[in-house]
């Protein structure tokens, strides 16, 4: 049986939502329509009331493929496009997210 994990998904133009994916990487690489890039979830407008153990992941080509717009990031020196998702790193694996931090997310982007 395959395991999953709680991720928050944010697809453009599309309000943030809670759901699960499996905790492979092939799991995680569909979610994102290809190879996966990781980064600080800080790195999200507001993110730095976030932990410091939540991750955005999202696609390393995106900018590449030409994926609509989703938000800056990095303060407005960057921006990410397509859809991503924010989960948690511990000792070096994504593994899913509390209700809690879930819920933190969520509210984050209402505001994005």
Avoid at 10 to 16: H, I, N, T, V
Avoid at 36 to 59: D, H, M, T
Avoid at 93 to 106: H, N, R, Y
């Amino acid at each position: 049986m395959e395991r999953s994990i709680k991720i928050v998904i944010l697809e453009p133009d599309k309000p943030a939502r809670i759901t699960e994916v499996g905790e492979d990487l092939a799991s995680m690489q569909a979610v994102v329509g290809g190879y996966i890039q990781v980064i600080p979830a800080c790195a999200v407008p507001g993110g730095k009331v976030l932990s410091r153990e939540l991750l955005l992941v999202l696609n390393e080509e995106g900018k590449l493929d030409d994926l609509p717009y989703n938000f800056k990031i990095w303060d407005g020196a960057d921006y990410i496009v397509g859809t991503c998702f924010v989960c948690k790193e511990n000792e070096d694996e994504m593994v899913g997210l509390s209700d809690e931090e879930a819920q933190s997310v969520i509210e984050l982007f209402k505001e994005v």
